[in-house]
Each structure stands twice: as C-alpha cells, then as structure tokens.
C-alpha cells in the first residue's frame, strides 16, 4: 500500500491524467476519494449511494443512473485537478469508516471490521499500530531466528526491524520468494485477488491485472525484502537442520547447514517456524515411477526451459496447479492426458485475465486514497462473506449434494456452469461433475479448464491408475496411454509443518512425536505446550478455506508474535509457553466449530483433513477473529517466565 497524505498534507496531480482517469474509476471507490478530499458529507448520500455488487471484480459503474456517474467523474475531475489540495480526512477513525465501508459497498458491514480494514489500508498509521519497541535491549541480546524468506518470513523480519529487535532469517533457498520462487509451471498464477493479496505497507507493485502471474509475485516478494531492508538480514542457502531448547540457559541451540555444506550451531532468543505449507511435495506412490523414460517430475519441481511442443504429456491431478498447467499448454502440446481421481468445483471470474489498464494503474498510483479503497473492496468481497454459508445446517433436507441452502444454490450456480462449458459432451458432464458440496474441497478458479479437456488433444481420464510404464500410464482397466512427459500435479504434504525442522522442546519433548500422525495442535496455531518461545507461522489451524489471503494471515502472525517479544523484551521475561490447558481448550474449539464446517461434511477427500478426519489446516474462524486477537494476545494463556526464575509450570 502506498503511504496515505499525511494530515495537512498537500498534494497535486496533473489535471490532463486526471480527466481522462476517472472514466476508468471504479465510482464506488472515487466516491471515498472524494469524501476524503472533501470531508463533505453529500458524496455518503444518496443519489451517491452505489448498489451491492458481488461479483469479485465489480462494474466500475456502481450501478448508479448515468446522470449520477457524470456527476461524480465531473466533480471528481474538479477537486482533483486543484492544484496542492489537502484532504480533509486522512483517517476517518473506526465510526466513520464502518459508514464510509457500508456506503461503499451497498451493504451494512459490522463495526468491528472497522480498525482491521483501517489498518488493512494504510489508513492507521503503522506506528500507531505497532506494540511498543524493547526500550532498552540487554547487552549481547540474541536474535530471533526467524526460519524461511517466504512471504510469512518477510512479514516477520519486517515487523522485528520496525522495532529494532535483533534477528537473522535462514532461508534454503538462493533468493527470497519461498511457493512463489518455487512453483515456476506454466500458468502458475494466484488465485486471490492482488490488491488484497499483498502486504498493508510497504510499497506498492503495479499489478499488470486482478490476479497476477507468478512473475509478478516473485518480484513482489523481491522489491518487498528489499524495501524493507530485510536482505542484509538473510542467510541464504542455509538449512535448519535440528532445534533445542536450552531449559537453564532460555535459547534455542538451532543447527544449520551452511552453503558450503559445514554446520554450525547458533543461539537464539526466540524460533519462529516461518516455511509455509506448501513446501513439502506429495508424492504419490505409483508403480512404475522410476520406469518412464522421459521426464517425470511434481509440478513445484518443473524443470527450466522444458520444451512441451508437439509431445504428449500426461498429468495427474485436477487440484489449483493443474487448473493452472493444462489451459496454459494445451495448444502447445501433441496430446494431454489428465488423470483425475476426483471431480472439482470451479468457479467461473469473469475478467479473471483482463490487465488493468494505463488509466486504472495511474489511479492507483496517484490518486490518495484511491488504491487504499480498491483494496478494501477486494478485502471484502474475499473476506468472511462466505464463511456463513460454509455451516452445515443440521435441517437441510438434501446433504447429499449441498450444505444448506444458500450452498445448494452456489452448487447449481457452478453446475450450470460445467453444463454450458462442456455442453455437447454428456462424457466429459458426467466425469467433471462433483457429487459432494461445492467448497469441501478448496474451491478452484476456472481458468479456462473445462474449454481445454474439451479440445480434441485433450483426454479426462478417471479410471483409477494402475502403474507407469516406461513410455506412459497403465490404468486399471488395462488401457496404456503413452507419454512423453508425466507432471505430477500431486500436492503437497500439508500437515508436517514445522515438526520436520527436528524441533526438540522442553524435557526433551519432540515435536515431530508431539503432532505425530499428521496431527499439529498449537494454541492459536501459533504457540505450543511444551515448546518454549517458539512461534510457528502458517500453523495448524490458520490456514483460509474460505476467502482472505495468506499474507494477511502472515501479517496477524507476525503482528502476535511482535506483540508477545515487545512484552517480553520490555518487562525481562526470559520464556514464554503457552500453557497445555489453554492449547487444550484452543484446539477443543477448533474441532467444535469444525464439526459444524464443510470440511467435516462426508462424501470427499481433502488434503485441509488429516488421515483420520480431523481438520488440521483450515480455520473455521473469520478473518477479523484473527486480526482481533493478533492485536491483544491473551497473556493469561501463557506461563511467562521472568529472567532469573526458575520456570513456574508443570506438564
Ligand atoms: P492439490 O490441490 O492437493 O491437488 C492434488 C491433486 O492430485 C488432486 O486432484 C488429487 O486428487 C490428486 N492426487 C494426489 N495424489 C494422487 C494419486 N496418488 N493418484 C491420483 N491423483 C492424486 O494440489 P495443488 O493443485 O498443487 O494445489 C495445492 C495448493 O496449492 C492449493 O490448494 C492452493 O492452496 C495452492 N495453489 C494455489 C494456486 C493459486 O493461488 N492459484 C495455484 C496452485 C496451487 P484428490 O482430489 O482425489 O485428492
């Protein structure tokens, strides 16, 4: 996000860009421009009251009358060509906004999104929003290690280094980036929208469209270390490859594998588990693999400059990577073959691959306030809405196919449209149409999907694969179809988390034994019993089923965690633990309210379930719940141990 004005700050635009940008405007958001340049109230009533649009990239429109849309452009066009104009509110303050917010959308939003959306914007000051910086560190003070450069790790480093305490990030790989430098398929894209899958500060990154290439967020990620200044902080090419916590001494003894390949052990004050969860690739036990002859690999792992033209190419997986891989290369390729074990709900974007335009980009660019109030309607449109109809609703007379009634009606609305995408083929209706409720699985963009297994070098095979064989896939029915190229769109083994980086806790405890059978439990997803001032990001429990994105989640992380050293480092706390009874009721919650979630619902698989059903990676908590509690850790969760006292706990 770009910095706002400050208050009283002047600022002028050139007035030619001006004219001709604001038939670009998205009106509902010129409309907040102009009540914050103007603090004048007839912009928040009607004629100027925008309708409700859900759609997740609305018309610019608003779906006001036209007379009232040239009268906003007119008025737009006037007070934003005065020369050094200053706006008459920088930040509205939580009453104002949760107005601005509903005028905005045509909709009540509640009040308590109201300081979460102002942070979100830029509107609070950063300062503001920040726990107090260590007033004074203790000498030779050990850094927090802080474990990967992803985006979670970033979000990290940046908030320590806004408050000055001491930390060193290791990263495996040679530059930062973590799923994005990774992932490097054809197609590979995101699937939230941009403007609020991206950081609340920082600079901004002109999006070449609403859902950018992974391109595009690689180099986010890049200039954003940069920005920050985090890179003189990172250790690249170093591995954790074991953790101990030193009971007398309060550190973690944390080894590593430099790039040289010698090891090393350092102390830390504090561990934080930032490595995402999509980084361990799931391999899927096929007969036959290391038979093919040709190239064979997982999508994460695609080889540079492989030449797909005229070869036949065999994928499996119908997961969001291979959404991605076959519209992308279906043109270029001789045949592709995919093989899908379960039929997936996908739901059509219109304007998913429109670029945003020179005039859009200068608005965003220039105009205050503008790119802060895009934001927000992408922070709400992919926000909790969804979350509601998410709930089973135990007197639901059709359980079979949906959840209640709002998701029987989003399941016809993605039925109609698998049946318009593929009509004239009874075959392919019959193979890609799901028989559990739309969003059990994670929901999937239709990226031009079902018009590519329609092309005539396209084959969607569901028979159960048998093995590989040296130059293709045998199914089950005993059918070979050769291949040049196996992709294994497999995905990833989720719920090892930070258990693989060998984390040894208290007495001993370890944590791979502690969340054994793909089972992770942490207080809030953040803290574990046992395993003293170690934070993990991306952990049980947070990740987002159902809209939202995973650098907010990353920032509420890293904003908790911040909060919980600035208290430890002001008042000489030497441990915190959060207490077994407090993770134990945490997780008791969790379950609970996962029981009444889709994710529990039967009739599917998905990879956010451990093998024994329990939901391990999703929240089935709203957005504002975390940032909330991000804000005000509950101390009393935790043992707290002062600097020179013996640990006061049991368990
Ligand atoms: P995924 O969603 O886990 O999909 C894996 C696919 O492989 C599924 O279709 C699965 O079938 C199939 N599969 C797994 N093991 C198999 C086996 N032994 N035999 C046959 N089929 C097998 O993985 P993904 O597509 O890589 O996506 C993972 C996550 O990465 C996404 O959910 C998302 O969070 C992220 N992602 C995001 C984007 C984006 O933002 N645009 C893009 C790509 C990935 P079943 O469904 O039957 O299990």
Not at 154 to 161: D, E, V
Not at 603 to 614: A, E, L
């Amino acid at each position: 996000m770009p910095a706002q004005p400050a208050a009283g700050e002047a600022v002028t635009l050139d007035p030619a860009r001006v004219a001709a940008a604001v038939h670009a405007a998205d009106l509902r958001v010129l409309l907040m421009v102009l009540f914050h340049v103007t603090g004048d109230r007839k912009w928040l009533q009607a004629p100027y009251r925008p309708r409700r649009d859900v759609q997740l990239i609305a018309d610019e429109d608003g779906g006001l009358p036209a007379e009232v849309q040239d009268d906003i452009r007119r008025a737009a066009t006037e007070i934003l060509s005065r020369p050094g104009f200053v706006p008459a509110i920088t930040d509205p303050g939580d009453t104002l906004m949760q107005e601005m917010m509903s005028v905005c959308l045509g909709e009540a939003v509640p009040d308590e999104y109201a300081p979460m959306m102002r942070q979100q914007m830029g509107l609070m000051p950063r300062a503001e929003d920040l726990p107090p910086a260590p007033r004074k560190l203790a000498a030779g003070q050990l850094p927090v290690l802080v474990v990967g450069a992803g985006a979670s790790g970033i979000a990290m480093g940046a908030t320590l280094l806004d408050l000055g305490i001491p930390f060193t990030i290791v990263e495996k790989n040679a530059e930062v980036g973590g799923t994005w430098l990774e992932n490097r398929y054809p197609g590979c894209g995101v699937d939230t929208p941009n403007h609020a899958y991206s950081f609340s500060w920082g600079e901004r990154y002109p999006w070449s469209r609403y859902f950018a290439p992974r391109e595009q967020l690689h180099d986010y990620l890049v200039r954003s270390a940069d920005g920050f200044g985090l890179r003189p902080h990172i250790r690249f090419e170093t591995s954790v490859t074991s953790a101990r916590w030193d009971e007398a001494a309060r550190c973690w003894h944390v080894g590593l594998r430099n790039p040289d390949g010698s090891s090393e052990t350092v102390r830390a004050f504090a561990l934080v588990s930032a490595i995402g969860q999509l980084s361990q690739i799931s391999i899927p036990d096929i007969p036959g693999k290391d038979d093919f002859q040709g190239p064979i690999f997982h999508s994460a792992q695609w080889p540079e400059g492989l030449e797909l033209t005229g070869k036949r190419v065999a994928i499996i997986g119908t997961g969001a990577t291979s959404m991605q891989v076959v519209p992308t290369v279906v043109d270029e390729v001789a045949r592709i073959t995919v093989y899908q074990r379960s039929a997936q709900w996908a739901r059509p974007i219109p304007r998913y691959h429109d670029p945003i335009g020179a005039d859009a980009q200068w608005l965003l660019a220039e105009v205050p306030f503008y790119a802060a109030w895009f934001r927000f309607t992408m922070l709400w449109r992919y926000g909790d809405g969804l979350l509601p109809t998410l709930r089973k609703d135990p007197d639901w007379i059709h359980p079979e196919r949906s959840l209640n009634r709002v998701n029987d009606r989003h399941r016809q609305q993605m039925a109609d449209h698998i049946m318009a995408e593929l009509e004239g083929r009874p075959d392919l209706i019959a193979k890609c149409m799901p028989t559990y409720p739309p969003y059990g699985k994670r929901i999937l963009l239709d990226n031009g999907w079902f018009q590519a297994i329609r092309k005539p070098n396209a084959e969607l095979v569901t028979d159960d694969i048998d093995r590989i064989v040296a130059d293709g896939v045998v199914t089950r029915d005993g059918t070979h179809r050769p291949a040049d190229v196996v992709v294994l769109a497999t995905g990833f083994r989720i719920a090892q988390m930070a258990a693989r980086l060998n984390i040894t806790g208290r007495a001993g405890r370890s944590l791979a034994e502690e969340w054994a059978g793909d089972d992770p439990r942490a207080y809030l997803g953040i803290a574990v019993a046992g395993f003293p001032n170690l934070f993990v990001m991306q952990g049980p429990s947070t990740g987002l089923g159902h809209g939202g994105s995973a650098i907010f989640q990353s920032e509420c992380q890293a904003h908790y965690i911040a909060v919980c050293l600035s208290r430890m480092l002001n008042e000489g706390i030497a441990a915190i633990e959060a207490k077994p009874e407090a993770q134990a009721a945490f997780v008791a919650m969790i379950d609970a309210l996962h029981e009444q979630m889709i994710w529990t619902h039967p009739g599917m698989s998905t990879y956010y379930r451990n093998s024994r059903g329990r939901v391990v990676s999703v929240t089935p908590r709203r957005l504002v719940d975390h940032w909330t509690e991000s804000r005000e850790p509950d101390f009393n969760a935790f043992h707290l141990t002062p600097a020179g006292e013996e640990l006061a706990r049991a368990g």
